[in-house]
């Protein structure tokens, strides 16, 4: 079992940042993907941007110039740089991880419990 600790949500201006970070209790060195998912009120989860294990990235439309995902392999967290929010990128956002673990090796996917991110004046 892999446990993911989302932190650094909060309250922020429009135009503001903020900067998320998702702490994993394992390596994340064998990880196929890493990523952050959001979910507003009334609306289904959305990809905000993952990162592959080769690092590859992959960003919503809505995110693609104000956003940053990155990843830290020795304090095994990925994070997330959000800059020039807008009102709506208010929503919880999820880490999600999916894995390769044991023998024979398989493939596992994770997610945190969520960081309230609200974006407003």
């Known amino acids: 079992q892999v446990q993911l600790v989302e932190s650094g949500g909060g309250l922020a201006q429009p135009g503001g940042s903020l900067r998320l970070s998702c702490a994993a209790s394992?390596?994340?060195?064998?990880?196929?993907?890493m990523g952050w998912y959001r979910q507003a009120p009334g609306k289904q989860r959305e990809l905000v941007a993952i990162?592959?294990?080769?690092?590859?990235?992959n960003y919503a439309d809505s995110v693609k110039g104000r956003f940053a995902i990155s990843r830290d392999n020795a304090k095994n967290a990925v994070n997330l740089q959000m800059n020039s929010l807008k009102p709506e990128d208010t929503a919880v956002y999820f880490c999600?991880?999916?894995?390769?673990?044991?023998?024979?090796?398989?493939?596992?996917?994770?997610w945190g419990q969520g960081t309230q991110v609200t974006v407003s004046s």
């Open positions: 999600k991880a999916v894995m390769v673990i044991g023998l024979p090796p398989q493939e596992y996917e994770y």
């Open positions: 394992r390596s994340i060195f064998s990880s196929n993907l």
């Open positions: 990162m592959t294990g080769g690092g590859s990235t």
